[in-house]
């Protein structure tokens, strides 16, 4: 079928083309001659400038032309509009971009589309911020445009005048997008008098981050194709084209027909042009045409895949191959329970377009087995319906297909056709104390006797369970009982048989109190019972008479830091009032571990024993419950006065600190879903880390001021602050004091921050706007999961960090050179050290050895000589401080050097020879010889010999004791080194020496005597 091929539309195109020519007589052409210059682009694409019925517009005959605006073309304020048949239910590509997409500080020019069906109806509009390109897909998350109906849309650009300050250069371009791996249909027809017909060319374009692709062209026997191309667009991963909406746009000159070195772009429909990457052509009419191509690059690559027509016409089926690997079909929609007397019907889907379809199945391990025809709806999916069987079958089916390439795609499976059954039940309580017993009673839907429901009791991870039979009416009944308090869950299953599904119930809830007040009960008369040492309790007026007892039972660790304390009213600095309470410490053995009998209306101070009365905390020699018991003292108390008993881990800071936290069940809290702790600081600004495991998700954790004695808040015990009183039970000031709470949906504190998401590590940094030693509770609040999480109350900034314990002074190659660097103030959690030996352009990552916490150590391998070696230390400490150093050092050959004279003692005035050598023998070396005499020191600069020798010759004078000594000072290679001193003794010169001029005359004048005499006798002879 014709994408356009009724007489209106060539009338209509008729009409355009020759309102173009009129228009365009006296039209100055504003656009750049990039596509202009190929004929087919000329053919299909009309530009018009103030021509009804659009003004200024570009009508684009078919989708596969891009469309170029000059700088200027589309002025301030402006629109511009182009035109395009598409077809509904096709999938099209449009974007605009170019020089004016701009994502820095100052963009100087903002577009905006909007987007008119043929009816002349707005369907979409787009509006991005100056400088960003528009997404011109259906909806928001679609990169792609799908038009409803068919006909010509209009695109009205516009150069908003709100935003926009220029009128950048851009290109339009819109191209029909198509699917891999499945069919696609397209008529093509032949030339006409060799020029090319409406239909005679085709572009669409396809994105794959295979590096294999094989196209399919399916020609007809009524056509003879020209050619078949491929053309690589845009791969935004190498930096050619851009990405919008995770989708590739093609490098925006390759649309143009420009070809890069690596033969991106090229992009035509000529005949003659740039053939692309791979191509394919006819011999003969409906001769099948394919391309494999594999590219040697990776990533998200875009393509245009363009078909041309030769001789004749008819309509050309055309597959992108991208996967290679074996079909899947998958089951849609789970069968979920198959029970007697219904059919089933079953759809599949495939990666891969289908062709057909048959599904077989049996009912005795295919002995026997029956075919069920299968319908394939849209290419993709096939649908089979199995008649309903009986009760306990076992329906095994077998669906086999045929993909696009009539490929077999095999799935197996099975299902068993069973009844449905439902169990309930009741409890007889919501609320229930440690070791009372909640009744469950139940009943299964089908009245069956003596099938077997399993009742799971499930607190955190522990779970019991119990196991009932149902009667001849399903009805069934346990009864628990427990120790351990908390929210508990209860849900009943029953696992099924061979003709019943299993079921279970809902899950319900009961909760054990974590805390109880017992009177008149065993075995401590009145107490209380506190499972978590966070929470505090509450003495009325008048609960404690003078001269009775109050015991308070808490479960406390063995080994941890406790602040316990007793408070309130009845702590009175007057004399009027007379209220003594003492307490009495008893450990899990009830044996007295400590006893505190302070003045009346004087607090007592719970430290860690008698012994200890200066210690502000209790530390536990054993795990288990403590016991409390606050005495009346009939002794000196007149009167019993309200009060607040509190318990509470203290943690250090800049330690950290572990603590097991569950998360919810069915919303509700159960035994570690809430921990709290205290701290105190005099530190205005800390941090509170939080190191959260992956199989927990952390609904909050919270941050409370509770004290501030020095500004009347709270009040202080041994150096410690106490809790603001009414804070400890939800109450807040005005200045933020107090609000503790472990509930979710109760005060947050002061700061707070919860996890998004499972394993989210968690940061408060707060800055305290009250100076002094302040009390803050930590509080931790669990989700979903169960693991230990670790936490830091960090105080300490800025005073960390690591330095050399000793640095290499002389590396040789090949050896190993051994780094140790120290962190005085902190403990070291890791430490690397990464080291290079090309100045950074290649590294080696090294883990370091931690020993005593604050030591690290690296062994660097050895290297060649010559080489520099820059390294740096990266250490993180217990406080999450990021500890750095950085340093160097060369590896050279070690020398030697030695030197001897030819005499230890020589004459002044004479010359000194010295021969010495130098390992390794290096040729052309310099070799500093010092001599150092009774008048100074003195320098002779000598080379070395192939074989490493080197002499020297020095004049010496001055008499006394000399020495020298070869130096050689280094080089790329080979490290510096000096032989030792070496002396000698310079005496007064010889006789011949002193007294050879005196003889050299004489000498001279005993000649000349001669030679007068001789000439005188000759004369007189």
């Known amino acids: 079928m014709r994408l356009i091929g009724s007489s209106y539309f060539r009338l209509f195109t008729t009409m355009m083309i020759i309102i173009f020519f009129l228009a365009t007589l006296n039209w100055p052409l504003p656009f750049l001659a990039k596509a202009e210059a190929f004929p087919e682009y000329t053919r299909h694409v009309h530009h018009f400038i103030n021509t009804p019925p659009y003004g200024n517009w570009t009508f684009v005959e078919k989708p596969m032309f891009p469309i170029y605006f000059n ?127 409406f239909n005679t060319s085709w572009a669409f374009e396809f994105t794959t981050d295979s590096e294999r692709i094989e196209v399919y062209i399916m020609v007809p026997e009524s056509l003879d194709m020209y050619e078949a191309r491929l053309y690589l667009m845009g791969n935004p991963e190498a930096g050619m084209g851009e990405l919008l909406n995770e989708f590739p746009l093609a490098w925006e000159s390759g649309l143009y027909g420009e070809l890069n070195p690596q033969d991106y772009g090229g992009f035509n429909l000529e005949s003659k042009e740039f053939r692309g990457i791979a191509y394919a052509s006819c011999e003969y009419y409906g001769q099948d045409m394919f391309i494999n191509y594999t590219s040697s690059i990776s ?79 849209r290419n993709w999916t096939c649908t089979a319906t199995i008649p309903s069987q009986e009760a306990g079958s076992l329906v095994q089916y077998r669906v086999e297909a045929l993909d696009m390439l009539d490929r077999a795609i095999i799935l197996d499976g099975n299902y068993t056709v069973k009844y449905e059954a439902s169990i309930d039940f009741t409890l007889d309580k919501e609320n229930a104390f440690v070791s009372e017993i909640v009744s469950v009673q139940g009943y299964l839907s089908l009245s069956v006797e003596n099938l077997t429901v399993r009742v799971l009791f499930i607190l955190g991870n522990e779970t019991s369970e119990i196991v009932a039979p149902t009667d001849v009416n399903g009805s069934w009944g346990v009864e628990f009982a427990t120790e351990r308090i908390g929210s508990w869950m209860v849900q009943a299953w029953f696992d099924g048989n061979n003709l019943i599904y299993e079921a279970f119930s809902q899950q319900k809830n009961f909760t054990v109190e974590s805390a109880k007040i017992f009177v008149n009960t065993p075995p401590y008369g009145n107490w209380t019972y506190i499972s978590k040492p966070m929470l505090p309790v509450h003495i009325s007026e008048s609960q404690i008479p003078v001269g009775s007892n109050y015991t308070i039972l808490c479960h406390l660790t063995r080994g941890k830091r406790y602040h316990i304390y007793f408070y309130g009213d009845w702590v009175e600095k007057t004399s009027d009032d007379k209220t003594d309470y003492d307490i009495y410490v008893f450990n899990p053995l009830g044996e007295l571990e400590g006893y505190h009998t302070q003045s009346a209306q004087l607090q007592e101070n719970l430290g860690i024993s008698v012994t200890s009365l200066n210690e502000p905390f209790f530390t536990p020699r054993q795990t288990g419950n403590y016991t409390f018991i606050i005495c009346n003292d009939p002794r000196e108390s007149q009167a019993a006065e309200a009060g607040t008993f509190m318990v509470v881990e203290n943690v250090e800071c800049n330690l950290w600190h572990e603590v097991h936290i569950q998360g919810k069940q069915n919303y509700m809290h159960v035994e570690n879903t809430s921990w709290a702790f205290e701290f105190a600081t005099n530190s205005s600004r800390f941090e509170v880390r939080v190191r959260v495991p992956e199989g927990l998700d952390m609904y909050e954790v919270r941050l409370y001021l509770m004290a501030s004695p020095e500004l009347g808040v709270g009040d202080q015990l041994k150096g410690v602050p106490l809790a603001w009183e009414p804070g400890l039970f ?62 830091l109350v960090k105080t300490e900034f800025g005073k960390a960090f690591i330095e050399p314990l000793s640095t290499p002074l002389r590396v040789y190659p090949d050896n190993e050179a051994s780094l140790t660097f120290i962190s005085p103030l902190t403990d070291l959690e890791y430490s690397t050290l990464i080291y290079s030996i090309n100045n950074w352009q290649d590294t080696v990552t090294l883990a370091m050895q931690i020993v005593d916490n604050r030591t690290a150590i690296a062994v660097v391998p050895g290297q060649q000589a010559g080489a520099t070696v820059e390294y740096e230390v990266q250490a993180n400490d217990i406080l999450e401080n990021t500890l750095m150093y950085n340093g160097s050092y060369v590896v050279k050959f070690e020398s030697q050097i030695n030197i001897t004279l030819g005499t230890n003692t020589i004459a002044s005035e004479e010359n000194l020879t010295l021969t010495g050598i130098i390992t390794p023998a290096v040729q052309n070396l310099t070799i500093t010889l010092v001599y150092i005499s009774p008048n100074g020191t003195f320098q002779q600069l000598v080379t070395t010999s192939t074989n490493g020798t080197f002499t020297g010759s020095f004049k010496v004078e001055a008499l006394g004791t000399w020495s020298v000594q070869a130096v050689f000072s ?25 007294y050879s001029m005196y003889i050299y005359i004489a000498g001279a004048g005993i000649g000349i005597v001669g030679v007068l005499v001789f000439f005188i006798k000759k004369r007189r002879e």
Request: with cysteine.
């Open 71 to 197: 700088d200027s073309q589309i002025s301030v304020g402006s629109n511009w509009t182009v035109l395009c048949p598409l077809r509904a239910n096709h999938t099209y590509h449009v974007y605009f971009y170019g020089e004016w997409v701009d994502y820095g500080p100052t963009p100087d020019t903002d577009y905006d589309i909007y987007v008119y069906n043929p009816s002349g109806e707005l369907e979409t509009y787009h509006t991005e911020a100056i400088g960003l390109p528009e997404h011109l897909g259906t909806n928001v998350d679609e990169p792609h445009f799908t038009p409803r109906t068919s006909g010509n849309y209009s695109f009205v650009i516009r150069n908003d005048p709100r935003e926009s300050k220029g009128a950048e250069p851009a290109t339009f371009m819109i191209i029909e997008n198509v699917l891999g791996n499945m069919w696609h249909e397209i008529f093509i027809e032949g030339k006409e008098n060799d020029v090319p017909a």
């Open 299 to 377: 990533g998200k690559r875009l393509y245009h895949l363009v078909l041309i027509g030769e001789n004749g016409g008819g309509l050309v089926k055309f597959a992108v191959k991208t996967r290679f690997e074996e079909g899947i079909l998958t089951l849609i929609d789970p069968l979920g329970r198959v029970v007697p007397g219904n059919s089933t019907r079953m759809v599949f889907s495939s990666d891969f377009e289908l062709k057909e379809a048959e599904l077989y199945y049996s009912m005795d391990d295919w002995q026997n087995m029956s075919k069920v025809e299968m319908t394939v709806t």
């Open 970 to 994: 280094g080089n790329d290679l080979i490290y510096e080194n000096s032989s030792s001193h070496v002396q000698f003794v310079v005496g007064p010169p010889s006789f011949l020496k002193l």
């Open 730 to 791: 939800g109450g807040v000031d005005q200045q933020g004091f107090g609000g503790y709470n472990l509930e979710s949906k109760g005060f947050s504190g002061v700061a707070s921050v919860s996890c998004e998401f499972y394993g989210q590590d968690m940061l408060i940094n707060y800055s305290s706007p009250f100076e002094g030693n302040n009390l803050y509770h930590l509080v931790f609040l669990g989700e979903e999961g169960n693991e230990v999480i670790r936490f």
